[in-house]
């Protein structure tokens, strides 16, 4: 069974910095491709950052790019998404994603997700 635990998430200040990472287990961890999801009250969850298993590359939405990163420790069964210079409207429920193949940044692609967990950027 795929498992994914996020941690990490809290409450910070504008221009401060998280780390929130994404434990998986239950699946060939390096098989896999992963992405970062979040969901702000009253809005859609939203593509953050995503692996792209056609061409290896990495999508980042507009509104994170140069601020937040996303890697991986295969050897750790880890997932990280690194978020620099945080603002107001990263606030948000963010979702840790993964599935075999993924060719967009988009929910429809990812079959397995973690519970969420919360980031409150205050200012």
């Known amino acids: 069974e795929v498992q994914l635990v996020e941690s990490g998430g809290g409450l910070v200040q504008v221009g401060g910095s998280l780390r929130l990472s994404c434990a998986a287990s239950g699946f060939t961890f390096d098989d896999y491709v992963f992405g970062w999801f979040r969901q702000a009250p009253g809005k859609e969850r939203e593509g953050v950052v995503c692996n792209n298993s056609l061409d290896s590359t990495t999508y980042y939405a507009d509104s994170v790019k140069g601020r937040f990163t996303i890697s991986k420790d295969n050897a750790k069964k880890m997932v990280y998404l690194q978020m620099n210079s945080l603002k107001p409207e990263d606030t948000a429920i963010y979702y840790c994603?993964?599935?075999?193949?993924?060719?967009?940044?988009?929910?429809?692609?990812?079959?397995?997700w973690g519970q969420g967990i919360q980031v409150t950027v205050s200012s």
């Open positions: 994603a993964a599935d075999l193949k993924v060719w967009e940044c988009e929910d429809t692609n990812f079959a397995s």
